[in-house]
């Protein structure tokens, strides 16, 4: 696994769909000198609550702001995959949309859930894989892995296309 370096500043004016599209694309990119004749994968994930982006909070009064934004509300989660064959030259975008319904959360809950899982590296500030789960009414979406960043029914449509055998 690489870490790459791409600025995830949306553009003016960019629609959260693109901007996933478009890092997950550049952060699949970013790799390609180093793996000649390799399928790379790149994802990223944008959330958006009452037409305000969620992006990562960095910090804890930043996620505190987040969750009490989304508290008692719906939470749309775009997750793109992006991949990339370095072999071909071709690449391969899609993009995966996830409903989360948060519960109504008092300032208490949303302190004890940071103090237990500073969730600071993420769009939306709850980890669904974690502790965050326990903030969520209910979850909607067409392939359950995207939430926490890997839409993995994708992927693997993706991998066939490129004439992987899946499994």
Same mark, same amino acid.
């Given at each position: 696994?690489?870490?790459?370096?791409?600025?995830?500043?949306?553009?003016?004016?960019?629609?959260?769909?693109?901007?996933?599209?478009?890092?997950?694309?550049?952060?699949?990119?970013?790799?390609?000198?180093?793996?000649?004749?390799?399928?790379?994968?790149?994802?990223?994930?944008?959330?958006?609550?009452?037409?305000?982006?969620?992006?990562?909070?960095?910090?804890?009064?930043?996620?505190?702001?987040?969750?009490?934004?989304? $508290?008692?509300? &719906?939470?749309?989660?775009?997750?793109? @995959?992006? #991949?990339?064959?370095? %072999?071909?030259?071709?690449?391969?975008? !899609?993009?995966?949309?996830?409903?989360?319904?948060?519960?109504?959360?008092?300032?208490?809950?949303?302190?004890?859930?940071?103090?237990?899982?500073?969730?600071?590296?993420?769009?939306?500030?709850?980890?669904?894989?974690?502790?965050?789960?326990?903030?969520?009414? $209910?979850?909607? &979406?067409?392939?359950?892995?995207?939430? @926490?960043? #890997?839409?993995?029914? %994708?992927?693997?449509?993706?991998?066939? !296309?490129?004439?992987?055998?899946?499994?």
């Amino acid at each position: 696994m690489v870490s790459p370096d791409v600025d995830e500043t949306p553009h003016a004016g960019e629609a959260p769909a693109i901007t996933a599209g478009r890092l997950a694309l550049a952060k699949a990119q970013t790799a390609n000198a180093r793996f000649p004749h390799s399928l790379i994968i790149g994802s990223d994930q944008v959330a958006i609550c009452d037409g305000v982006r969620l992006d990562k909070p960095g910090d804890h009064a930043g996620a505190v702001r987040q969750l009490r934004h989304a $508290s008692g509300k &719906s939470v749309s989660f775009i997750t793109a @995959i992006a #991949l990339v064959n370095t %072999a071909s030259g071709q690449s391969q975008t !899609n993009l995966v949309s996830t409903e989360v319904r948060f519960r109504k959360l008092s300032g208490d809950e949303i302190e004890r859930y940071l103090q237990a899982e500073p969730a600071y590296d993420c769009a939306g500030s709850a980890k669904a894989e974690g502790l965050g789960i326990s903030l969520v009414e $209910s979850i909607h &979406s067409s392939d359950p892995t995207a939430l @926490i960043g #890997l839409p993995l029914i %994708a992927l693997s449509e993706m991998l066939r !296309n490129e004439n992987v055998s899946v499994p």
